[in-house]
């Protein structure tokens, strides 16, 4: 993939080019590192909260609310597959409509509804079955009381999907990627980033599950609803500061556009000249200002998506996006077609993964797990292992990276499909 870099502005008129440079001049006072502190707490908070809201669900689920095993796994498998589906409608609604600020604000809010429902459930006897310490022939929750369930896990699946495909582009929109000194920056700040997020979820996985367990639920669920609504005031006490930038488009849309726009063209004949595909610096500006990509032999039946016509050419002012892509677009959608085989080969690991939470715990409180007569480590809390090793893993990488940086003299990178390969064997 190459790319072409901007070297002026683009612009209709000598007016249009100032009011560009004041707002160029007025979003480099904006961002910046200084912002960092809000956005991490933030996120801090939020991990800390959803790991601790979901981390030893099961149990919730199992011993307060008498499910049995098969059907309290299914009702977290479910949910949790509506959370991995929302963040797709959250991208899309903070790219073409309100922004990624507003869409984390306002997924945020959702979520810390979500949780506080559960909570007051949790709290108020009238809102689960009566207990029952012997977990024999015990009450299973009513429907109404199941309801509650359902609504405090769609509350909270549908706020991650305004959280979770926001927050770390948002993270990156205050850093400006045109200068030479801010990728290093930015890595660095990102290393940063998924060492707290694991620091914060590995406390949750501790202190929150062993207050669930040997506090009460009440507590247990209470806290991390507290750390929800921490982490939003911590997100809008910087809102001076950051650099909030305006909804461009859906990726998405793009993307459609030119597999459609390359089905209606399928039966034109592509030019022998690459550079007679069409390029519009003005309508690519807002999502190439890092540099236009340049045109690729690979995947070239996207190509045809470029080929101008007749009836193109008549409409050249106002071009038809469903008809006609530039070459950049097309070159997007090649980069998503490349990444195909990495994402794929990710289903397996995510599948399996998904039971870490269910069976794995369950099996976990079949054990002993006495560390002396008085303490013994809660059942959920074992997941701690694969969050130790992701966090040991980061540091061992961060100082072999720091190391060859400083012996070759330039930044060294991972070779990233290498490195993917062997996340997926470990």
């Not at 072409?4 to 910046?32: A, I």
């Not at 794929?344 to 099996?363: E, P, R, Y």
């Amino acid at each position: 993939m190459e790319l072409e870099t901007n070297s002026s502005k683009v612009g209709n008129g000598k007016g249009k080019e100032e009011e560009e440079e004041k707002e160029d001049s007025k979003r480099r006072k904006l961002g910046g590192i200084k912002t960092m502190p809000f956005i991490l707490s933030n996120e801090i908070c939020d991990k800390f909260a959803a790991a601790g809201f979901y981390a030893n669900m099961i149990t919730y689920l199992t011993q307060q609310l008498n499910l049995p095993l098969v059907k309290a796994s299914n009702t977290l498998t479910n949910f949790g597959g509506m959370g991995s589906f929302t963040p797709l409608i959250g991208a899309l609604i903070a790219d073409s409509y309100a922004g990624r600020y507003w869409t984390i604000i306002g997924g945020s809010i959702i979520y810390e509804l979500g949780m506080i429902s559960l909570t007051v459930s949790a709290v108020l006897p009238s809102l689960r079955p009566p207990p029952c310490p012997s977990q024999v022939s015990c009450k299973e929750a009513s429907n109404s009381q199941l309801w509650i369930l359902y609504m405090s896990l769609i509350l909270t699946s549908i706020g991650s999907g305004g959280i979770k495909p926001c927050v770390v582009t948002f993270a990156a929109d205050q850093f400006d990627m045109t200068k030479s000194a801010v990728g290093s920056r930015s890595w660095n700040f990102f290393n940063w980033y998924y060492f707290c997020m694991g620091m914060a979820t590995l406390t949750a996985l501790t202190v929150v599950v062993y207050i669930q367990d040997n506090v009460g639920w009440g507590w247990g669920l209470g806290i991390p609803a507290i750390a929800m609504a921490l982490s939003i005031v911590a997100f809008i006490f910087g809102s001076s500061l950051y650099n909030k930038l305006k909804p461009e488009g859906s990726p998405l849309v793009r993307l459609a556009q030119v597999v459609v726009a390359a089905a209606k063209k399928r039966k034109e004949v592509m030019p022998l000249d690459p550079g007679m595909l069409y390029q519009n610096k003005e309508l690519d500006a807002a999502i190439s200002v890092n540099g236009r990509l340049l045109h690729s032999d690979q995947f070239r039946w996207f190509d045809k998506a470029a080929i101008v016509t007749n009836e193109d050419e008549k409409d050249s002012k106002s071009p038809n996006l469903w008809r006609i892509a530039t070459v950049h677009r097309i070159e997007e959608l090649k980069c998503i077609v490349r990444m195909l085989p990495i994402w794929s080969a990710g289903i397996l690991l995510v599948t399996a993964s998904s039971h870490l939470h269910s069976f794995v715990i369950q099996q976990a409180r079949s054990m002993d797990r006495h560390l002396s007569h008085s303490f013994e480590i809660p059942p959920a809390s074992f997941s701690i292992f694969s969050i130790l090793t992701m966090l040991i893993g980061l540091v061992i990488r961060t100082s072999i990276r720091s190391i060859c940086s400083s012996l070759y003299g330039k930044p060294f990178r991972h070779h990233l499909p290498a490195k993917n390969g062997r996340r997926i064997l470990y």
